[in-house]
């Protein structure tokens, strides 16, 4: 799975430790989750998705061998 | 959204050392008075109390953190369950073919410190797959 969070992270001009706070995680595993080495639950997703102000599909994407 | 409530390791290091404290004064009762039997294993059980104490801070504690820690956590866990199993029943072959020293290998109080390596040999190797070391 990829996602979007370093461009939408980057629109809002916010660091990892900025997104970490706004949806309750460190910042270390939102960059876990940022290089693909973590599968966020949905409700993360949700969350993330609810902050950056789009669809979940729009932040996380299938890959071919998902 | 909910704010971020960072667990308490300063507790989990607490209820450790009292756990810790407890079962080595235990120890020494047991080996220095010589106490009768039945007083013998009801001061066994003592330091029971202070690890149910540790374990319940201890996931407590886990359920205060993000689902990334926790992932790195139940892994470890999993880790040292897995490596504490291989070691005992390793150590048990071993005994059928080679009479273990009692002093070393043969004694469960040499193996016991074992699993907290193991533990965290298991969160490194979980913070090393999810890049947070």
Known sequence: ?66 | MEKIQKPKNNQIALYSILWSLLYATCMIVIKKFDPSKTLGIMISFIPAITFVLFINRFIKNINLMDEVERRIQLEAAVWAFSLGLLLLMTLGLLDLVVTLKKEYWGNISFIIPGFFVFYAIGIVISRRKYNQL
Request: glycine share 6%; no cysteine; proline share 2%.
């Open chain 1, 1 to 66: 799975m990829k996602n979007n969070i370093k461009v939408e992270r980057a629109k809002k001009n916010w660091t990892q430790g900025d997104l970490a706070e706004k949806i309750g995680i460190s910042r270390q595993s939102v960059n876990s989750i940022e290089i693909g080495k973590f599968i966020p639950s949905t409700v993360l997703a949700l969350k993330m998705a609810k902050i950056f102000g789009a669809s979940v599909e729009s932040i996380f994407q299938l890959e071919k061998q998902d």
